[in-house]
């Protein structure tokens, strides 16, 4: 593959600020790839979804509680770990990319601990899902579902790292290719694990999608590694290009000073990714007692959004990089254009979505199930997500925007007040004390997004009009 070293060798001169059309050229540059790249990771596990739809309620109900807790865990290790986005963008900005490498080296030590660490909670799942409240049989099954998802978790973040650099030194192709594959492959594999076709391994239900995905997320890392690899001039300008015994010794002390900015930086945006996701999760255990067809319709509908909230995470990302690179150069005036730019952009692509849901919930849910009874409450589901996509994606931009210049404090209180004070109380009230029934998990989610937008808005504004500090 050709070196492609955009972003590193065209910077503008520090302190320079750039024409709109430059801006919104180069966001959607980035974005467009980059949302492929994360649609492509989120289509992995919606092929999961679908696939064990395809083997019943029970499984696809073992898979969404399975799936949850490991889920939370792992974005909050990918939350810590966007710090290396943030660092490589603002010394490629401030035209020092040979920081970049001590950045990645850093970062990919940091991701394999979380990995691994992470990965053990899946030894005490069974028990914990019995704590939450879920039945014997729920608990069982959704604690395999987990220990497979816990195999694959270490090459996810080590993947997911390796892409992020790549990104932030203007290469964000390479993990949308990677990705594009890993699902072709993902097919037929889930077939055979799944459903048994081919009869080469008994059917494994929700256990197996996720066992091959694991597998695929280690074959991931190993691609985008080799890319990163393959380019011995790419690997200088960025000051990868040194002894092995260089990588060792920074092991030795966690990454060094890089190691600890990217601590400093990621803790709370870990925490921050954390609180929301565990508010997610509450939402999936309140699913969950409601009953099978409940948790299986709110997957489904959980799952669309997903999908679909790709699009505000690339153009977040899009918006943490050019924000860090304006950070870099000391160019206010390109801070706050960056992140306005993207968070247009985010909330144009967002709207015809949510009017698709409004207006055809059941055929949009028939992509991912066809099961009856699970397709009446998705439905319903989906005609309220359909007022608040946009919502979500201003507020997936914000946060970027918002990480690439290092405010990554009060974007972590604006995300517990909106989704443990208001979403959480908010779904629990509308099922169980309003009479609303499953749907009123979404008015729940909603509030807590309003509020989430009440808070990151004004604070973008005041951030990006405040005199520059690079980290």
């Known amino acids: ?110 991701a394999l601990v979380l990995g691994v660490v992470i990965g053990t909670a899946s030894a005490f799942s069974e028990p914990f899902f019995r704590a939450v409240g879920q039945t014997p049989e729920i608990a069982a099954g959704a604690a395999a579902v987990s220990r497979a998802y816990a195999y694959g978790l270490p090459g996810l973040l080590l993947y997911v790292t390796a892409a992020m650099f790549l990104e932030a030194t203007g290469r964000p192709r390479v993990a949308l290719i990677v990705i594009l594959v890993a699902d072709l492959v993902k097919i037929p594999l889930n077939l055979a694990l799944v459903l048994g076709w081919g009869g080469f391994v008994a059917p494994m239900g929700a256990a197996g999608a996720v066992l091959g995905s694991s597998a695929i997320r280690w074959l991931c890392f190993v691609a985008v590694a080799w890319v990163i690899w393959a380019h011995r001039a790419d690997r200088r300008r960025l000051g990868l290009d040194v002894p092995l015994r260089t990588w060792f010794a920074e092991a030795a002390r966690a990454g060094g000073e890089v190691g600890r900015k990217l601590r400093r930086l990621g803790l709370p945006m870990g925490i921050a990714q954390g609180v929301e996701s565990s508010a997610f999760t509450a939402v999936v255990f309140i699913a969950g007692a409601l009953g099978e067809v409940a948790a299986a319709a709110h997957q489904t509908t959980m799952t669309l959004l997903v999908l679909v909230y790709m699009s505000a995470i690339g153009f977040g990302g899009a918006a943490t990089i050019r924000t860090g690179i304006a950070v870099g150069r000391g160019s206010q005036p390109d801070v706050r254009r960056a992140g306005l730019v993207a968070l247009g952009l985010a909330v144009v692509a967002a709207v015809p979505v949510g009017i698709a849901f409004h207006l055809a919930p059941q055929t949009v849910a028939g992509f991912v199930t066809q099961d009856v009874s699970v397709l009446t409450i998705a439905r319903d589901m989906l005609m309220v997500a359909g007022w608040f996509v946009a919502v979500d994606a201003t507020n997936g931009v914000l946060l970027g925007a918002l990480r690439g210049t290092g405010d990554v404090w009060l974007p972590l209180f604006a995300q517990g007040a909106a989704f443990w004070c208001v979403a959480v109380p908010a779904a629990y009230a509308a099922t169980h004390v309003l009479g609303f029934g499953p749907v009123g998990l979404f008015y729940g989610i909603a509030a807590g997004m309003i509020t989430s937008l009440a808070i990151l808005l004004p604070r973008f504004l005041a951030v990006s009009a405040r005199p520059l500090h690079s980290l």
Do not use: C, N, Y
């Open 1 to 110: 593959m050709p070196s492609d070293f955009a972003l590193a060798s065209a910077v503008p001169p520090v302190g320079a600020a750039l024409p709109l059309r430059k801006h919104v050229a180069e966001t959607v540059r980035l974005a467009l790839p980059m949302i492929g790249s994360r649609a492509g990771m989120i289509l992995m596990i919606t092929i999961d979804t679908v696939v064990t739809g395809w083997s019943g309620p029970d499984q696809l109900a073992f898979f969404a509680v399975g799936i949850a807790p490991q889920i939370t865990l792992m974005l909050v290790a990918l939350g810590a770990l966007q710090s290396t986005a943030v660092l490589t963008a603002q010394a490629i900005g401030a035209g020092h990319p040979a920081g970049a490498g001590a950045v990645l080296r850093a970062a990919l030590l940091h």
